[in-house]
């Protein structure tokens, strides 16, 4: 159980062009999903924390009408990254939280990631 | 806000050998500290997690002690494997209501045959 999956696994795109990135919960629903960005030998750094229905809130320095983020459903959330350059190269991944549990915390459960290459 | 900070950066060990990865936060407010294993281009996996009303878990032979007194939690891997390579995040989180986890800076670590 707790699958996430995201899609596409892999994409190339040009300069200037927009890219988007899903992220689903397959088994479970997803009252949060996060996403996090993580540049070759790096961290994973937080970009948005999302909630199904309401507006994703973006961490210092994320420019949030670059990177769009939609989480429409419980089970889907969505990352678009609008006209992308070169430096927006890296890996996209995704977790997904099903909700707090009554020992206070809830595990996020991570998808398999996305790299996006810009050209 | 919170700020993980992980130490070392890499390490080496012969197989059999233990190893030792720590991490220091500064957000006294923070009470979950999960620890994941991450392999070239896969997703990072969970391998152990601790909370704050617990000084110490294990679970084979990985192990995190926490001493929230001096705001740094530990992980021990003994008997270390070949397979046991990879690189190695701690995180912290307070478990607010977005439960968001802030990621140390990574440790890879080889275990040499």
């Known amino acids: 159980g707790a699958v996430v999956s995201q899609h596409p696994s892999r994409v190339i795109c040009k300069s200037g062009t927009s890219v988007k990135i899903e992220c689903r919960s397959l088994?479970?629903?997803?009252?949060?999903m996060f996403w996090y960005r993580q540049f070759p030998k790096q961290s994973l750094m937080l970009m948005a924390t999302?909630?199904?229905?309401?507006?994703?809130?973006?961490e210092q320095g994320v420019e949030k009408d670059k990177f769009l983020i939609n989480h429409a459903s419980l089970t889907l959330s969505t990352l678009t990254v609008t006209s992308a350059h070169p430096e927006d190269s890296s890996f996209y991944i995704c977790?997904?939280?099903?909700?707090?549990?009554?020992?206070?915390?809830?595990?996020?459960?991570f998808g398999p990631g996305t790299r996006l290459t810009v050209t | 806000g919170e700020n993980v900070e992980q130490h070392p950066s890499t390490l080496s060990v012969q197989e059999g050998d233990s190893a030792v990865i720590k991490c220091t936060y500064s957000?006294?407010?923070?009470?979950?500290f999960p620890w994941y294993k991450q392999e070239l281009g896969k997703r990072p996996q969970l391998i152990i997690d601790?909370?704050?009303?617990?000084g110490e878990k294990k679970d084979q032979r990985i192990a995190v002690t926490l001493n929230k007194t001096a705001k740094h939690f530990s992980l021990h891997i003994t008997e270390t494997q070949p397979e046991d390579s990879a690189v190695y995040f701690c995180?912290?989180?307070?478990?607010?209501?977005?439960?968001?986890?802030?990621f140390g800076t990574g440790t890879r670590l080889q275990v040499f045959p």
């Open positions: 995180a912290a989180s307070k478990g607010a209501n977005t439960d968001k986890l802030i």
């Open positions: 601790i909370r704050s009303n617990v």
């Open positions: 957000d006294s407010a923070s009470n979950y």
């Open positions: 999302s909630n199904e229905g309401s507006k994703a809130t973006y």
């Open positions: 977790s997904a939280s099903p909700g707090r549990k009554p020992t206070g915390y809830s595990e996020q459960y």
């Open positions: 088994d479970f629903q997803a009252t949060t």
